[in-house]
């Protein structure tokens, strides 16, 4: 049952006065009776007895007893009170002498206390028979009609004659003098000066009168309105509990504490929310959990609002959630921004990118995780949790840049991992009541329904962005509005004001000078290049015609920039970066190392750097936003822009808080102004599944982990499941020479071809299984095309594996795809390869590239024999790697191999990646033993390449190798001497350390702390843990 149709209703009763004839019954003197119209009533009358509905509830305030004077009037009533009294007076005289409970007499005891108080509960037992006395007088029918509060009298003094009873059985036989010296003194103070002797009827009276002023206990009628009562907050409670845990709402903010708020406000730096950002959180999808898809222009907030769902998840829901980035820097930045938070608000925060991250992840000991992973780990992750039938513990996935679905391999695996939440989300709902709710975002849709069917999503967008933003481009000298409601879509704006020389001329046709020159210093700009090669060519002109003025802004921050990049490069340093950095100018691409990246990118928001000239990777990834975006070329290397790409691009433009708009030139040939028209005004790329993508390898892949994880085990399940892919949402576009049915067919084939997957003998049964090579292949993440290579190459390394030195492991975990992207230098290989030692040429001979034929690929002499050139470059690229374990200066080996350094960055983390991915290989197959304590090492070796002492220090997000030297330096040589520092110390000891760079620094070591700790304690709780398949008789 929903929140919203629970209802909670609890009877209230009304404590307002009765009137008194109500209450007026046979025991009432008939001179105090009268009728509702105030006559007297007659003796007939007082024959009916008094009865009261159970539905009329007295309140506890009513005086019950305000005509109690009525009840004493009755004489046949009294008159069997005295007769009781009398009788007991006699027995008073018979008995003079009475016997304490240890066997002492006692003169005179007292027999009036009706009412005994705990005190006197050790009084003997002659008051229980003189109770009994007199209450045998008053059994008869006549007292079934006494008032409901002489019954509740009645029942307290037998109550309290059976506590009696019990508490004189309950005490031993054995005398004790002690207390029997004392009882006796006791009894003969008392005996002294005794009381005088109240007579039945003061008795009764005073306690009645005690009865009315304190109501508790005394009116039947109370007690059953007080049952009833209590009942119905009984069940008003259950029912609160219940819309609890249903509605889960936990404070003022959108169902989260006030400190959620004050966190964003802190942390964040953000006060208020956009008003779409409010209308998103308080849709009915959001509230009652239903898959959404929601879409705005880059830097419109869209994150924020992800962030809030998640934490609601985290700590209303006491379920894990799921964030999706596309890539690993993404992944840092959001675990080091999310670190505080999850300390404040005691949850985890867990990287999964590159090498990092445990499969299936480590049980927290009530602790909510928060699993920040790229595109391919999330993708191991889901996978892991099925196989541990953990799955159910994810509560919410949420996907950043959802249009990447479109996106070859890696929108393939996201479309992979969404369809297995998808279908997996509805077994769990039935299970554990509480399904896995997809959240997808993204600043570039153009078929949202197409997504929607594939989720089961709804969709909320907005054109809100907090910016305005101008786009305009450039014909020549001329600036024209971009205007798609115009037939030409440009509009005239101005012309350009700058004076340039013929030489000035010829070096900047595109007028790039002038236009960067109208923002910088003051404002921010980006330029967008077509090539890596552009962007260092392009900051390398413009610092070439600024003025020495712009020397002079934030000199100090640029030189302090400049040590920590020559650091960061072990005392190398860019040329070009040494060159524009002075001037505030830098460039931006994959051929920066990713610690010169980081430092480019914090100087840029920070403002010491003004300017970065970058590719247009640089939109797809961290928020950098700009007063000005131009983008030199309508072209990404040799290919037109496309619409997605564009809007990327100059949705950049524009500071959220520092600008109050933001503007966006494309510089245009000529040639180009037609398709430009095309490109401003186009609705955006249809997003297609990439399922089909290389042959097919998608729906390879997906069938095999399917049968691996028992998800689908015949083709009939298998057809079912292919039904909730977004393949089969567009298979009307898509299969066009084959249905869907015959594409599964011939994977299933394809499979068992490979020996990935066996089928049942029994043609009745049907049913699939993977087998050992299947299933190390999938849970290994292996490319289905590589993975009987690698097998094969794994078996002959057994045979002849080297281990007194890293090269042959290394050539083992080298990419395969990697081998394209490199051409050997020949003479650069011989060099490296007549540097080895004889067991490792050795080694080279026994992979298939004897030393002959590099000597002859160096000579440029024809070679005879048949080399295997894929194995030979793939050995290239090993001798890149082993000069990177040995030295782990990247700067040194880049120029021995004369390649470029961003590329010798790339080659190392993929091959940290593949590493990891070639470990969970060889956990599945027996044969392959040997590998596992070898690798675990050497994946360590390769995540981080450092000396083994920086290695702690660089396990925290964002620390880099020149931070982690400064931080040992510092004294901070260990996770925990990290995670206790003061960021305040920090700022202060470590240098071009800002305070909010060291409280990420910190937050993220203690999180990493705490997460280790974890780990430690469920191992611990598993070796205490007792088995469930114990023994017994």
């Not at 019990?166 to 036989?173: E, G, V």
Request: hydrophobic share 40%.
């Amino acid at each position: 049952m929903s929140a919203d149709n629970r209802e909670i209703k609890i009877k209230r009763v009304t404590s307002r006065k009765r009137s008194r004839d109500s209450l007026k019954s046979h025991l009432t003197p008939l001179r105090k009776r009268t009728t509702a119209s105030g006559e007297q009533c007659s003796e007939k009358t007082g024959e009916r007895s008094h009865t009261r509905t159970m539905g009329e509830n007295y309140s506890d305030n009513e005086d019950l007893f305000g005509d109690y004077d009525s009840i004493l009037g009755d004489s046949s009533f009294l008159a069997k009170m005295d007769d009781a009294e009398k009788n007991m007076k006699q027995h008073d005289i018979d008995h003079k002498t009475y016997i304490d409970p240890v066997g002492h007499h006692l003169d005179n005891p007292d027999f009036t206390a009706l009412r005994p108080t705990r005190d006197t509960c050790v009084k003997s037992g002659c008051d229980d028979s003189l109770t009994d006395s007199i209450l045998e007088g008053l059994r008869d029918d006549p007292f079934r009609d006494v008032p409901s509060s002489q019954l509740a009298f009645q029942q307290e003094v037998l109550q309290r004659d059976e506590k009696n009873r019990c508490l004189d059985a309950d005490k031993t036989s054995t005398p004790n003098p002690e207390r029997s010296v004392e009882y006796r003194n006791k009894r003969e103070e008392i005996d002294v000066a005794p009381k005088a002797r109240k007579s039945m009827t003061d008795h009764l009276k005073r306690a009645m009168l005690c009865n009315a002023a304190a109501p508790s206990g005394v009116s039947r009628t109370t007690v059953q309105k007080e049952a009833v009562v209590t009942e119905e907050i009984s069940v008003a409670m259950q029912a609160i509990e219940s819309v609890y845990m249903e509605t889960t709402d936990l404070g003022p903010f959108f169902g989260l504490p006030t400190k959620v708020k004050e966190l964003i406000c802190n942390l964040k730096e953000i006060k208020d929310l956009y008003d779409w950002q409010k209308a998103c959180l308080n849709l009915d999808s959001v509230q009652q959990r239903r898959n959404l898809i929601y879409s705005l222009p880059t830097s419109g907030g869209k994150t924020l609002v992800a962030e809030i769902l998640i934490l609601k998840e985290l700590l209303c829901r006491k379920k894990d959630a799921l964030l999706i980035l596309p890539y690993i820097s993404l992944v840092q930045e959001k675990v080091r921004g999310l670190a505080s938070f999850g300390l404040e608000l005691d949850f985890m925060v867990e990287e999964y990118a590159g090498s990092k991250g445990r499969f299936p992840p480590v049980k927290t000991r009530g602790k909510r995780s928060l699993y920040i992973a790229t595109i391919e780990k999330a993708h191991s992750l889901v996978n892991s949790l099925i196989e541990a039938d953990r799955l159910g513990n994810i509560g919410l996935v949420v996907v950043d840049e959802l249009h990447m679905l479109g996106d070859g391999s890696r929108g393939a695996i996201i479309e992979m991992t969404l369809a297995k939440v998808l279908y997996l989300s509805v077994h769990y709902s039935v299970l554990h009541s509480g399904s896995t709710q997809i959240i997808g975002m993204s600043a570039t849709l153009g078929n949202v329904q197409d997504l929607q069917k594939f989720l089961k999503a709804e969709n909320y967008t907005n054109d809100f962005r907090p910016v305005q933003l101008d786009e305009y481009v450039k014909l020549k000298d001329s600036i024209y509005e971009v205007d798609p409601k115009e037939e030409e879509c440009f509009r005239f704006s101005r012309l350009l004001n700058f004076k340039y020389s013929s030489a000035m001329q010829k070096m900047d046709p595109d007028h790039i000078v002038a236009l960067v020159t109208e923002v910088i210093p003051a404002h921010s700009c980006l330029v967008f290049c077509p090539t890596k090669k552009n962007c260092e060519n392009v900051a390398g002109m413009i610092c070439k015609y600024l003025n020495k003025q712009f020397l002079q802004h934030k000199e100090a921050e640029k030189a302090a920039l400049l040590r920590d990049l020559k650091s960061c490069g072990n005392g190398s340093l860019c040329p070009v970066l040494r060159r524009t950095v002075p001037y505030g100018l830098a460039y931006h691409h994959s051929g920066l190392t990713s610690e010169e990246r980081k430092l480019v990118e914090e100087a840029y928001s920070s403002g010491v750097l003004c300017l970065l000239a970058c590719t247009s990777t640089l939109a797809a990834g961290i928020n950098l936003p700009a007063r000005r975006v131009i983008l030199r070329s309508p072209y990404v290397a040799m290919e037109f822009l496309k619409r997605s790409q564009y809007k990327q691009m100059v949705g950049r433009a524009g500071r959220a808080g520092i600008d109050a708009r933001g503007e966006s030139i494309l510089i245009l040939p000529e040639k180009d102004k037609l398709m430009a028209k095309q490109l401003v005004s186009a609705p955006m790329e249809i997003c297609y599944s990439n399922l089909m993508h290389d042959d097919g390898k998608g729906v390879l892949s997906l069938i095999l982990s399917l049968i691996g994880l028992s998800i689908t085990t015949t083709l009939e399940k298998i057809r079912d499941f292919m039904s909730g892919t977004l393949l089969a949402v567009q298979e009307s576009r898509l299969c066009t020479e084959r249905s869907l049915a015959e594409i599964i067919q011939e994977c299933v084939t394809v499979l068992k071809d490979k020996a990935l997957i066996t089928e049942s003998p029994d043609p009745q049964d049907g049913t699939l299984q993977v087998t050992r090579l299947g299933r190390a292949t999938f849970k290994g993440s292996v490319d289905l095309i590589y993975c009987d290579v690698l097998y094969r190459d794994l078996l002959k390394g057994l045979e002849s594996l080297m281990l007194n030195s890293f090269l042959h492991l290394l050539y083992l975990v080298t990419p395969y795809d990697m081998i394209s992207q490199c051409k050997p230098d020949w003479m650069t290989y011989f060099r490296q390869f007549t540097m080895l030692s004889a067991a490792e040429q050795k080694m080279s001979t026994a992979v298939g590239v004897p030393e002959s034929f590099i000597a002859r690929k160096a000579a440029g002499q024809t070679i005879k024999k048949n080399v295997d050139m894929a194995v030979a470059g793939r050995l290239y690229l090993a001798l890149v790697l082993f000069s990177l374990v040995k030295e782990t200066d990247l700067w040194s080996v880049a120029e021995r191999f004369q390649l470029s350094r961003g590329f010798v960055q790339t080659l190392l983390s993929s091959s940290s990646s593949f590493c990891s991915c070639v470990l969970h290989f060889t956990q599945e197959l027996e044969e392959l033993w040997a590998f596992r304590a070898l690798l675990t090492e050497l994946t360590r070796r390769l995540t981080y390449c450092v000396q083994a002492e920086l290695i702690p220090l660089m396990e925290v997000a964002g620390v880099m190798q020149s931070r982690a030297k400064q931080l040992y330096s510092a004294g901070y040589k260990t996770l925990s001497h990290l995670a206790n520092a003061d960021p305040n110390v920090l700022v202060k000891t470590v240098e071009n350390l800002y305070k909010k760079q060291a409280n990420q620094i910190v937050a993220s070591a203690k999180m990493l702390l705490n997460e280790k700790a974890e780990a430690l304690k469920e191992e611990v709780d598993d070796l205490l843990m007792m088995p469930l398949d114990l023994p017994s008789l």
